[in-house]
């Protein structure tokens, strides 16, 4: 029974900074994908990072150099850091995992554990 629940979402200026965070629960895979998919209103829902359970990450242009994925094993966390963070960023962000065998953690059409989501929302 895996649990995932988001938390740290808000209202931002443009420029400013968001940290999520992702905690998980019921996850016994020894070998995972977590990552952060967004969804702004009247648009798909489109995956902007990913980590595997080794720390290798993944970022889709739009968001690359300004977003860092990571994860507190220990904790049981997965996080997005959020910079710059521009208007278009403006989007409902879940998290989402994976069982990882071998592929990369990038192909986002393959996950199928999600949680309910945390508005962001970057004012100009």
């Known amino acids: 029974q895996v649990r995932l629940v988001e938390s740290g979402g808000g209202s931002v200026q443009s420029g400013g900074s968001l940290r999520l965070s992702c905690a998980v629960s019921?996850?016994?895979?020894?070998?995972?994908?977590m990552a952060w998919f967004r969804q702004a209103p009247g648009k798909e829902r489109e995956g902007i990072a990913s980590?595997?359970?080794?720390?290798?990450?993944d970022y889709v242009d739009s968001v690359k150099g300004r977003f860092t994925i990571s994860h507190d094993n220990a904790k049981n966390t997965v996080f997005l850091q959020m910079n710059s963070l521009k208007p278009e960023d403006t989007a409902v962000y879940y998290c989402a995992a994976r069982r990882w065998s071998g592929d990369y953690c990038a192909r986002f059409d393959q996950y199928n554990l999600w949680g309910q989501g945390t508005q962001v929302t970057v004012s100009s």
């Open positions: 019921g996850y016994t895979y020894s070998k995972y994908c």
């Open positions: 980590i595997d359970s080794d720390g290798d990450t």
